[in-house]
């Protein structure tokens, strides 16, 4: 389950309605779906995409996304800091940023226009939707682990449009962690 932070108040929100609301209220779709199709750490991306046909094609349906690819991201993963280094800058897209989550975290900050930057951990069956336009920007937590299916609706594929506005440099990609959630 997703958590929210906001630094600007000091406010955290871990309660799972509360943070479907508050994501609903900055434009933010988010969903849990089910990790249901167990695949193999080293499964190599088209086997991930494979497991997960039918959810992709749901989702194709849906929001009018044309591909969909699997990311897979670990300490050891060539150039990593170089790709980080691309996605933690704010930024927004002409289409959807749209991410399942199926192992791992990761944190998206989002910089709605008029409203405090929020920073969204994510964790395995979170799904979410960005919608384009949004100003946002990414990071991993400090374990670097993720893997997730992103789907575009523009088969170009992940294209950025940096605001070069500096905010993100406000904010540190602090993850909570999933022993922070209460149970
Ligand atoms: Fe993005």
């Excluded at 994501?23 to 249901?36: C, M, T």
């Excluded at 993963?77 to 800058?89: G, H």
């Excluded at 990414?138 to 940096?162: E, S, V």
Aim: glycine share 6%.
């Amino acid at each position: 389950m997703a958590t929210i932070r906001i630094p600007e108040q000091d406010r955290t929100i871990t309660e799972p309605a509360a943070v479907a609301a508050y994501l609903s209220s900055v434009g933010i779709d988010y969903e849990r779906w089910q990790p249901a199709h167990p695949v193999a750490a080293d499964a190599p991306a088209e086997e991930v995409l494979a497991a997960y046909k039918d959810e992709i094609e749901r989702l194709k349906a849906r929001g009018g996304y044309v591909t969909a690819d699997g990311i897979d991201v670990k300490p050891a993963t060539p150039n990593l800091e170089q790709m980080l280094a691309k996605f933690r800058q704010e930024h927004w897209h002409d289409e959807d940023e749209v991410r399942f989550i199926l192992r791992g975290r990761g944190v998206f900050h989002i910089h709605p226009a008029e409203r405090p930057v929020i920073a969204l951990e994510v964790e395995a069956g979170d799904l979410i939707r960005v919608p384009r336009g949004t100003h946002h920007w990414f990071d991993l937590c400090a374990d670097r682990d993720i893997r997730a299916i992103r789907l575009f609706q523009d088969a170009t594929g992940w294209t950025p449009h940096y605001t070069d506005s500096g905010v993100d440099r406000r904010f540190e990609p602090v993850c909570l962690g999933p022993a922070y959630i209460p149970r």
